[in-house]
């Protein structure tokens, strides 16, 4: 019970506020129910209606056009209050009716009978009635015919609600029932401080993997498993309700005073283990969210959205439990928005731009390539930093889709130049997402090919994670791209996960070493003989090396030294847009003649 109402009240009024509510299925059934009454009973006119405390609301009508009316003016009140069938010949001989207001006006009712539609457990909700603008007669066998098709409405309306407010697997109330709760709580203008605790008991993805390797079988004892588990764990009052809102997920509705907490529902569920079947156990790591609401304060969908965010919190921030909080809940809103913002400036190609790196030889001081990089105009926001959106897209399939337009945008840069004296080879990022699409080699190929340019102007820079060197496909698609003549660079070298065995197995012909190695040359020993070392042992095992990061002439100096092949930085060039690359090109290259 989640008011201060009996359990029978209770019962009625949430099954009351699901049939006030529309549901295009139930009601479209409903609406057949009612033209089969009609012709059964040769009565022109026939409805289904629903009577609470206050009104009476038609959900089904053939025939008949009012919609919803006072509860006082409803000729149905009788039948519900009397629990018995009410047959009206002529209501203009019946002194209860002769100046209703829906006798003498619209619908203008002469005939009426009806009969109550009554559940399992004797509560009833609404009626069954036929009608019509002339008096009928109506014999004993149409009494009993028109009592049939109630008990029909009935026997349907509880199998469409254990279908549509029962999980199939757990039978538990599901996701639909605890909003409908949600929603019976607010419309009785309840302010009782509540908590809604959502639990996470097993990966979506680790449900996948089991049901692909076993079946849908093990899954569903699992669940069912669980569903046990919880309530001989936790111990709920009567007063609170467990719901399963999802494979894996399950909620509790309680108080806030509750001794119910997500701290204190993980705290108990620690170490549980969940039957597959054949003697066979899964060990569970429970997290949970929570959130505390006054049901007339906050809308139902924005409870279940609040105990949603604080789960992905506790999961995101690996821990067992988190409480709802605006903060992060702020952040991962504004996030959403960016990466839909994100999506339209891909879909309508606006803001989103390239600037390009020059790669120097450090030998000739001559450009001998470009790096392109991805910046956004945002509409509100301003200029971005790819920091700001790239680690969200690569949460998403936003990152591939953001790869294959830099991939387009960079092609057109390189047709625009054909033949042109500026024209230099242009590399750009791509994540071990994109190296582990199947088809990315061979529509980058087809891509280039279309252009009609050499595969040699086009170059990939991937960085150097475990994400790439331990991926089959990722490492199958370089070969791919390496054979059909795209340039290989592997990014970020001499820092984090290196390991210079790794390179044999991959196709790289250029490594780029880290900025922050060479950031330190011109002040630290250590990094200046850790430099030459790696320089040394690259040039040995044949690679193209380029130093990032280039700040200064003693840098570019020691790095020529040290027999380094290219550079980029700032002592160069900061990253240019496309008309200022041009002429930035024309005159370095002019300068050097």
């Avoid at 409803?74 to 009716?97: I, Q």
């Avoid at 700040?551 to 900061?574: K, M, P, V």
Wanted: hydrophobic share 40%; charged share 25%; glycine share 6%.
């Amino acid at each position: 019970m989640l008011t201060n109402l009996t359990g029978d009240e209770d019962r009625r009024s949430r099954a009351l506020l699901a049939l006030r509510t529309p549901d295009e299925s139930r009601d479209d059934v409903l609406q057949k129910f009612v033209r089969l009454a009609s012709q059964a009973l040769g009565i022109p006119g026939s409805f289904i209606s629903v009577l609470d405390d206050e009104k009476q609301y038609v959900r089904a009508a053939r025939n008949f056009k009012l919609k919803e009316s006072a509860r006082s003016d409803s000729l149905c009140r009788y039948v519900v209050d009397s629990d018995t069938v009410m047959v009206v010949p002529d209501t203009h001989r019946d002194d209860r009716f002769s100046k209703h207001p829906l006798i003498i006006g619209a619908p203008y009712i002469r005939f009426y009978a009806g009969t109550p539609l009554k559940n399992s457990e004797g509560e009833i909700l609404g009626t069954l009635c036929v009608t019509d603008a002339v008096p009928h007669t109506f014999s004993g066998e149409q009494v009993t015919t028109l009592k049939l098709l109630a008990a029909l409405v009935m026997s349907f309306l509880q199998a469409w609600h254990a279908s549509s407010f029962a999980d199939p697997v757990t039978s538990q109330p599901n996701r639909q029932r605890l909003i409908r709760d949600l929603q019976f709580l607010g419309t009785a203008g309840d302010k009782t401080l509540r908590r809604l605790i959502l639990i996470d008991c097993i990966d979506l993805s680790h449900a996948y993997e089991l049901a692909r390797s076993m079946g849908m079988g093990p899954v569903e004892s699992l669940l069912k498993d669980v569903a046990t588990l919880l309530p001989l764990r936790l111990r709920p009052d009567p007063t609170d309700t467990i719901y399963t809102v999802a494979t894996g997920r399950f909620a509790i509705l309680t108080r806030a005073d509750s001794k119910l907490s997500a701290a204190w529902v993980t705290d108990k569920l620690q170490g549980i283990h969940a039957d597959i079947g054949d003697g066979l156990t899964v060990a569970l790591t429970p997290r949970a969210g929570e959130v505390d609401f006054c049901a007339d304060v906050l809308p139902s969908q924005e409870v279940l959205r609040r105990s949603v965010s604080a789960l992905h919190e506790a999961i995101g921030q690996n821990v067992l439990w988190q409480q709802f909080s605006e903060i992060p809940d702020a952040r991962r809103t504004r996030d959403f928005t960016l990466m839909n913002d994100l999506l339209l400036s891909l879909r309508n190609n606006t803001g989103l731009y390239l600037v390009y790196q020059p790669k120097i030889c450090l030998k000739s001081g001559l450009p001998v390539g470009l790096e392109a990089l991805i910046r956004w105009q945002h509409p509100t926001l301003g200029e971005l930093s790819p920091a700001a959106f790239i680690p969200l897209a690569e949460q998403t399939e936003l990152l591939c889709v953001l790869t294959d337009w830099v991939a387009d945008q960079v092609i057109l840069r390189l047709s625009r130049l054909r033949d042109n004296s500026i024209q230099l080879p242009v590399t750009f990022n791509v994540s071990g997402q994109d190296l582990a699409r199947p088809e990315f080699a061979l529509a980058l190929n087809d891509k280039i090919t279309r252009a009609g340019l050499p595969a040699a102007l086009l170059g990939v820079e991937c960085l150097e994670t475990e994400e790439i060197i331990e991926s089959p496909d990722a490492l199958k698609t370089l070969e791919a791209l390496k054979s059909k003549g795209f340039i290989i660079s592997l990014d970020d070298f001499g820092s984090g996960y290196s390991n210079i065995n790794y390179l044999r197995r991959m196709p790289i012909d250029v490594i780029k070493l880290d900025r922050a190695l060479i950031s330190e040359l011109s002040s630290d020993t250590a990094s200046r003989i850790i430099a030459r070392s790696i320089i040394s042992m690259l040039k040995e095992l044949n690679y193209v090396v380029l130093a990032e990061g280039v700040e200064n002439a003693e840098t570019a100096s020691t790095l020529t030294q040290y027999g380094c092949d290219h550079a980029q930085g700032f002592f160069y060039s900061r990253p240019l847009a496309e008309s200022e690359l041009d002429n930035w090109l024309a005159w370095k290259l002019r300068d050097q003649c």
